[in-house]
């Protein structure tokens, strides 16, 4: 049974506080009030194991469905406050609920939505809160709550996507490294001993497998501390300013790779200005808040001279044309838009367009490295069933002889 603690003031006007077990908050909040406590405030504790644990979070796929129930409610004609309560009272997991009665909370004591949204920037990204403070001041916020959904949604969608195309090459590299690390531990060293009492001359692939499990048994220790060491140094390199923009340099330049890591920033940078520009924010605030959504160093700096630029009155295509980040197809796109005056409409083009090639390039990119997972794991399976076979045919021969 979940536990709530509270605090209230008595009939004495005294303060009180302390906790309460409850089905439910409003269980919780009619008991106490039975109890002559007034004034209430109430939040679900976590039990013990979610504080061992570091407790439950609100995942993206909640912040849709919360966003997709408020705006309902919201078009039905109910009250914020009132819906707000409902999800709450209705949320399956521990964290929502809190997270809804603390919104509520803030809700009964005149905050605005916005305002309780600030308490969780983890998990109401800035775009989120930047939009939902402009559609409240223009009161379209059931409108900017299912375009948040829609976006998330979208979002989920395309980091599946690119998850599912890994799926594959990742479980043909980790069953090929798992074989060969049984072979070359367990079954090797019972071929060597048996090679040592024929005293038989190997062929060249076997001596050159047993060469390579012996540097391995023998060097192991070394191999690993080197791994540590550079683990450690790119882990400290990546503490600094340049060493993540070097990082992030590096990747937009890797053939393939770095062409789908651009369009997949390109498609969430559009997307992202689409949903803030379309429901009421400045372009500035858009600009600003949908570059620090890329995570991506070399975007960032770039995309900061382009604000600078189009503060000073240069607009923002020809700025982004000169990034060279963006290939021209969006900066015709975004172009359009701007002499048109209908920006917000050109970014979600782009969005959708480029959302689109992601899809061809990440399956582009996928094709290219199945085959080279399955060739090398392949060849190294590969040549050490020959050398093993080689060897025995090879013994054969030589004691038959």
């Not at 009619?30 to 061992?52: C, F, M, N, T, W």
């Not at 803030?106 to 989120?128: I, M």
């Not at 948040?148 to 979002?155: F, G, T």
Request: proline letters at 3%; glycine letters at 8%.
């Amino acid at each position: 049974m979940p536990r709530y603690a509270y605090v209230g003031v008595d009939l004495d006007g005294e303060r009180v506080k302390g906790t309460h077990k409850a089905d439910t908050r409003a269980a919780a909040e009619l008991a106490l009030y039975e109890r002559d406590v007034r004034d209430l405030r109430i939040s679900e504790k976590p039990g013990l194991l979610a504080y061992e644990i570091g407790g439950p979070r609100v995942t993206k796929v909640e912040v849709m469905h919360l966003s997709r129930q408020i705006a309902a409610f919201l078009r039905a004609g109910l009250p914020i406050l009132d819906a707000v309560h409902g999800i709450g009272a209705e949320a399956e997991s521990s964290a929502v609920r809190r997270m809804m009665h603390s919104i509520e909370d803030g809700l009964r004591t005149g905050e605005r939505f916005s305002d309780t949204l600030e308490r969780y920037p983890k998990v109401f990204g800035d775009y989120y809160r930047a939009i939902v403070r402009s559609a409240e001041l223009t009161g379209e916020l059931d409108g900017a709550l299912t375009q948040l959904a829609l976006y998330i949604e979208r979002d989920l969608e395309a980091r599946r996507r690119i998850k599912s195309a890994m799926v594959y090459p990742s479980a043909v590299a980790a069953m090929s490294i798992f074989t060969v690390v049984v072979l070359s531990v367990y079954v090797l060293p019972k071929f060597k001993e048996f090679f040592a009492e024929l005293d038989a001359e190997l062929p060249l692939p076997t001596r050159m497998l047993l060469a390579v499990t012996d540097f391995l048994g023998s060097w192991w220790w070394a191999i690993l501390g080197v791994v540590a060491m550079v683990a450690l140094l790119t882990s400290f390199l990546l503490r600094f300013e340049r060493g993540r923009y070097l990082r992030d340099a590096f990747l937009l330049e890797v053939p393939v790779l770095g062409e789908t890591i651009q369009y997949a920033l390109v498609e969430r940078f559009c997307r992202t200005m689409a949903s803030m520009v379309g429901a009421g924010v400045s372009l500035q605030e858009a600009m600003r808040t949908a570059t620090d959504s890329l995570h991506n160093r070399v975007f960032i700096r770039r995309l900061d001279e382009v604000t600078e630029q189009m503060m000073e009155g240069q607009g923002i295509a020809g700025p982004l044309a000169r990034t060279r980040l963006f290939p021209g197809t969006a900066t015709a796109m975004l172009r359009v838009g701007e002499e048109t005056g209908s920006m917000d409409v050109q970014l979600e083009v782009t969005a959708e367009y480029y959302e689109t090639e992601l899809t061809y390039k990440v399956a582009r990119l996928t094709a290219l490295f199945e085959p080279l997972v399955i060739v090398v794991m392949g060849g190294m399976v590969g040549f050490v069933a020959i050398a093993l076979v080689k060897a025995m045919y090879t013994v054969y021969g030589q004691v038959g002889t």
